[in-house]
């Protein structure tokens, strides 16, 4: 079964810190994937995504992720991270044939310290 | 943007009683909705996908007679947990998709059910 994974469960940097969380999923297939994030007692938005094209995408709030095929790996990144930027974080994947269903990952807690 | 609402925030029930939660897209036709469930600290486990006018697709394990799902309307898809129990209290979270945008999703804010 296809299947997505997030290494990293819990994160802590401090503000300034670069950021890089990753995700791998297990599929030889086309697909497309996401970034979400969930501020707490927030609903889940979404940072960025990857359809096609350039394999280096720009989200939202200073957020990039760069899709690696080869790796088959999505990985998020920031140059310096906030304390807003504390939050969970959900690597999704929509793989084709599958309907429009996304598959998360397990989702990384992140938490920036002043 | 597309805004996804859901209603009720939080809800206690009792044993065997059954609660409705509703999910809307409030600014576009949501042809496709996806209702998920999370648990503490674990990932959104996806329940069905229910697109208008037709029956819900359950993923493997979710019981259709359990989860009663109905998607009326293009802004409009209803989870009901009948006779719910203590093992069903979780956070359930719907996401929509827009007709013509089917491969992003737009997510409520979740309810979170509590059955005592």
């Known amino acids: 079964a296809q299947s997505v994974s997030q290494h990293n469960h819990h994160v802590i940097l401090s503000e300034a810190a670069s950021l890089e969380l990753g995700c791998n999923y297990s599929?030889?297939?086309?697909?497309?994937l996401f970034w979400y994030v969930q501020y707490p007692g927030q609903h889940l938005q979404l940072l960025l995504k990857?359809?096609?094209?350039?394999?280096l995408v720009k989200g939202i709030k200073g957020f990039e992720a760069e899709f690696i095929k080869s790796k088959f790996s999505f990985n998020l990144r920031k140059p310096s991270v906030q304390w807003s930027d504390t939050a969970e974080y959900f690597c999704?994947?929509?793989?084709?044939?599958?309907?429009?269903?996304?598959?998360f990952g397990t989702g990384t807690q992140l938490k920036v310290e002043l | 943007g597309a805004v996804v609402s859901q209603h009720p925030s939080r809800v206690i029930c009792k044993s065997g009683t059954s609660v409705k939660i509703e999910c809307r897209s409030l600014?576009?036709?949501?042809?496709?909705m996806f209702w998920y469930r999370q648990f503490p600290k674990k990932s959104l486990m996806l329940m069905a996908t229910?697109?208008?006018?037709?029956?819900?697709?359950?993923e493997q394990g979710v019981e259709k007679d359990k989860f009663l799902i109905n998607h009326a309307s293009l802004t409009l898809s209803t989870l009901t947990v009948t006779s719910a129990h203590p093992e069903d209290s979780s956070f359930y979270i719907c996401?929509?998709?827009?007709?013509?945008?089917?491969?992003?999703?737009?997510f409520g804010p979740g309810t979170r059910l509590l059955v005592l």
């Open positions: 599929y030889g297939g086309t697909v497309n």
């Open positions: 229910s697109n208008e006018g037709s029956k819900a697709t359950y």
């Open positions: 999704a994947v929509l793989f084709t044939g599958g309907g429009n269903k996304l598959t």
């Open positions: 600014d576009f036709q949501a042809t496709t």
């Open positions: 990857y359809f096609s094209g350039d394999p």
């Open positions: 996401s929509a998709s827009e007709e013509g945008f089917q491969e992003t999703q737009y």
